[in-house]
């Protein structure tokens, strides 16, 4: 079994709008995806795992299953339905009714604010592309502060604003589906910053009790080759995916070497600079000396090449093992390397790249005195065998080698503090739908009978040894 510190959390993770459903229940607003899912016709958030009904039932099985810490996100739109203005009581009191529940089970909430559910009438007003959006956001994350700071201590402000970014503005797989639009995604990425920093010194300044921090989705990303132009292609995904943010939201400031890949992409792309104040510069570096923790979304890594064509991204979203494309203009292309299991929707399972993203975070970003894996696991197609049972060895195999890398991070003196299994139940994927499963708890969506894996008996005994 591997060796981690008494204290370290083991939780696992969840979201609103995957898991939820009641979409269009007790006044909640619509959000940006109600409308993308039925166009697209699908697939649809409802009724997910029906989590609004059925949230007493997961509270009790992740206490039978000695998970004390969940990650839950507010929908904003329950909370105000067009996103900003006219407060939804029902909306507010179901928060309420959901928080007492998991300290009655004495689950530890750690509330994300904003995980890719962006009300629908801000999103048609721009959306993260129009800086008014950031004031919205800071309203509502300054009402839920207020008003579920006796039950709630942990607080993410944003989860993973790269993949809202990049899947929004070049890979068209959020909506509104644009593709190869380098210069949005960049403008958005900055916003999304400033919308972090805003919340965390809005936080300090109504002196609130508890830990705010950010989550980063992060694919470590490698050069291909030791050639000189496989090693800036992985530069540029990297400053592309995950530098921009990591600096932006640890640092509080982007270097000169930074913006000049950023305007490097954007000129290989035809596209115009993005737009940055001195008084957007000031929040950030204000907030980055605020910041509790750093959490960080891990699931592969990429390992990149030079590439000179045009942008070409064919997303899988079936599970279609080989199916996907990803090359990009002004940056590189993803290349699959034979010897690195893949799964059915080619992300390649890679541990030590978990290894090599937490010692870099150490290392760049010294300030960061905390970190937690938010989320990490393995998507799968399952259904019960004929006992009746999940199992699921493969996701066991996953996750416990990655729990390694992170025993092997903190032994060298990374301040890893936590690991959150995504996820705690099976739930909506937001381009994949419901055939791609991650919980630790097998759902049958047309009934909604939970069942533990055999992840989850595994996961138990871990936490359970580690008490020891
Ligand atoms: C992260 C998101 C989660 C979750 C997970 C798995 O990016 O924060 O919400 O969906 O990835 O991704 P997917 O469902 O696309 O496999």
């Not at 070049?170 to 960049?186: A, D, R, S």
């Not at 940056?331 to 010897?339: A, H, I, P, Y």
Request: with cysteine.
């Amino acid at each position: 079994m591997i060796q981690l510190p008494k204290d370290f959390v083991l939780g696992a993770a969840t979201a609103a709008y995957q898991t939820e459903g009641a979409t269009k229940i007790d006044g909640k607003g619509r959000v940006l995806w109600d409308d993308f899912l039925e166009k697209q016709g699908r697939f649809s958030a409802d009724p997910a795992c029906d989590f609004y009904n059925q949230y007493p039932v997961d509270f009790k099985n992740c206490r039978d299953f000695g998970i004390t810490s969940l990650r839950v996100s507010i929908a904003w739109s329950r909370i105000f339905p067009t996103g900003y203005g006219e407060v939804e009581p029902r909306g507010v009191a179901f928060y309420h009714r959901l928080f007492k529940e998991m300290r009655c089970n004495g689950i530890e909430p750690y509330v994300t604010l904003h995980h890719f559910d962006t009300p629908e009438t801000l999103f048609s007003e721009g959306d993260w592309l129009n800086k008014e959006m950031v004031a919205h956001f800071v309203d509502f994350a300054a009402f839920c502060f207020e008003e579920y700071q006796e039950e709630v201590y942990h607080w993410i402000t944003i989860n993973e604003p790269t993949t809202l970014a990049k899947q929004q503005r070049i890979t068209g797989t959020f909506p509104p589906g644009e593709k190869y639009q380098f210069n949005h995604c960049f403008q958005q990425q900055h916003y999304l910053n400033l919308a972090h920093a805003r919340v965390v010194n809005q936080f300090r300044e109504m002196n609130i009790p508890g830990e705010i921090g950010v989550v980063h989705a992060i694919q470590t990303v490698y050069p291909n080759s030791d050639k000189e132009s496989d090693r800036l292609a992985a530069q540029r995904q990297d400053v592309l995916e995950n530098k921009f943010l990591l600096d932006g939201t640890l640092k509080g400031s982007y270097d000169p070497e930074l913006l000049e890949v950023v305007e490097a992409i954007l000129k290989d792309n035809h596209q115009d600079m993005i737009r940055v104040t001195q008084e957007e510069l000031d929040e950030l570096a204000k907030a980055a000396e605020k910041v509790d923790f750093v959490g960080v979304n891990y699931y592969y890594s990429k390992f990149v090449e030079s590439y000179d064509g045009p942008s070409e991204f064919i997303h899988n979203g079936t599970g279609t093992k080989g199916s996907s494309t990803r090359k990009l203009a002004g940056v590189g292309q993803e290349v699959l390397r034979e010897e690195l299991r893949t799964t059915d929707w080619d992300w390649p399972i890679y541990p030590q790249g978990l290894g090599d993203t937490l010692r870099r975070i150490h290392a760049e970003y010294s300030n960061v005195e905390k970190i937690y894996i938010t989320e990490n696991g393995l998507g799968k197609k399952e259904a019960p065998d004929e006992n009746g049972e999940i199992l699921d060895l493969e996701r066991i195999d996953y996750i416990e080698s990655h729990l390694e890398e992170v025993a092997k991070v903190i032994s060298e003196g990374v301040p890893v503090k936590g690991y959150f299994v995504w996820s705690f139940q099976d739930m909506f994927s937001w381009t994949n739908g419901y055939n791609k499963r991650y919980g630790l708890f097998y759902v049958d969506f047309e009934t909604q009978e939970r069942r533990p894996k055999k992840s989850a008996c595994w996961y138990k005994e871990l936490i359970a040894n580690k008490k020891k």
